[in-house]
Nanobody
Framework: QVQLVESGGGLVQAGGSLRLSCAAS????????MGWYRQAPGKQRELVAT???????DYAGSVKGRFTISRDNAKNTIYLQMNSLKPEDTSVYYC???????????????WGQGTQVTVSS
């Protein structure tokens, strides 16, 4: 099995910064794209940022220029540096990864349990 464990959430004032981490562990052969999603109460889960194995990245327009996703392939870990946080960034943030548990076949998608980020005004 594969587990994704997030950490780093918390309460911060508007304009502040937080850094989220997500580590994948378990029966891993390789990890493809990884990413961060968020879901606020009463809203659909939305993409925040993704990073591929080669390091290319994509960001939601609402976070571009403020958030930075990075990756440590040796540790199967991704990070999300969040700067200039706004109250509208308040959400549960979920880690997502495409993981291959064997050398053949497509990757399976796994999710972390989520970490709460609250930005006060």
């Amino acid at each position: 099995q594969v587990q994704l464990v997030e950490s780093g959430g918390g309460l911060v004032q508007a304009g502040g910064s937080l850094r989220l981490s997500c580590a994948a562990s378990g029966s891993i052969f390789s990890v493809d794209a990884m990413g961060w999603y968020r879901q606020a109460p009463g809203k659909q889960r939305e993409l925040v940022a993704t990073i591929r194995g080669i390091g290319s990245t994509d960001y939601a327009g609402s976070v571009k220029g403020r958030f930075t996703i990075s990756r440590d392939n040796a540790k199967n870990t991704i990070y999300l540096q969040m700067n200039s946080l706004k109250p509208e960034d308040t959400s549960v943030y979920y880690c997502n990864a495409g993981v291959r548990t064997r050398s053949w076949g497509p990757p399976n998608t796994y999710w972390g349990q989520g970490t709460q980020v609250t930005v006060s005004s």
